[in-house]
């Protein structure tokens, strides 16, 4: 049986330099309890301009403007429980500059928990361990300016139990 899964398309928002990286604190979905980029689905409703700099602003604090658009990659991951069936993600990154904003580095009680905030993190600190595939791409191109857009298929993957990133500053 072949299931059909929300759109695989996405946009993300690489916010950093050669030493840091903005990320999310993720709480839900394939990248529960790691860092993930600011992402979010592409709509009909905005562009891929309107969506980015909207997410990064949503889950960052950070007010941004788009440098330059970098590369498409198709990730593919396997099925993590016996119901679930591999899932494809298209992932359109962004080059952003922060031009405003403070860094929201926990989540307001008000808003969805989708994530426990933000943080910025030495790209040194960025491993398969804490991180989401999408932020190890992110890196990639932040160390080495080279944004290689070949399919990326992860043979293996675990959700941890745990998050993989300090939570004290959100009061839990």
């Known amino acids: 049986m072949i299931l ?3 759109t695989p398309l996405v946009v993300c928002g690489i ?5 840091t990286l903005v990320v999310t604190k993720c709480l839900t979905g394939p990248f529960e309890n790691r860092y993930d980029l600011a992402t979010a689905p592409v709509t009909v409703a905005k562009t891929l301009s309107e969506t980015v700099t909207a997410i990064a602003a949503m889950e ?4 941004t403007t788009i440098e330059k658009q970098l ?10 429980t016996s119901e679930w069936t591999p899932r494809m993600v298209v992932s359109t990154y962004y080059l952003l500059e922060p ?4 860094l929201m580095t926990q989540r307001p009680n008000y808003t969805p928990a989708l994530s ?3 943080a910025r993190v030495s790209l040194d600190q960025l491993n398969w361990a804490n991180s989401s595939p999408a932020v190890l791409q992110a890196k990639r191109y932040l160390e080495t300016g080279a944004f290689p857009i070949a399919d990326q298929v992860i043979a293996s ?7 993989q990133f300090s939570l004290l500053d959100n009061h839990e």
């Open 157 to 163: 993957y675990e959700t941890p139990e745990r998050p």
């Open 4 to 6: 059909e899964q929300e």
């Open 60 to 63: 960052t604090g950070l007010q």
């Open 116 to 118: 426990a905030g933000a």
């Open 71 to 80: 590369g498409t990659i198709r990730l593919i991951l396997p099925a993590t």
């Open 15 to 19: 916010i950093g330099d050669e030493t």
């Open 99 to 102: 031009v405003g904003g403070q």
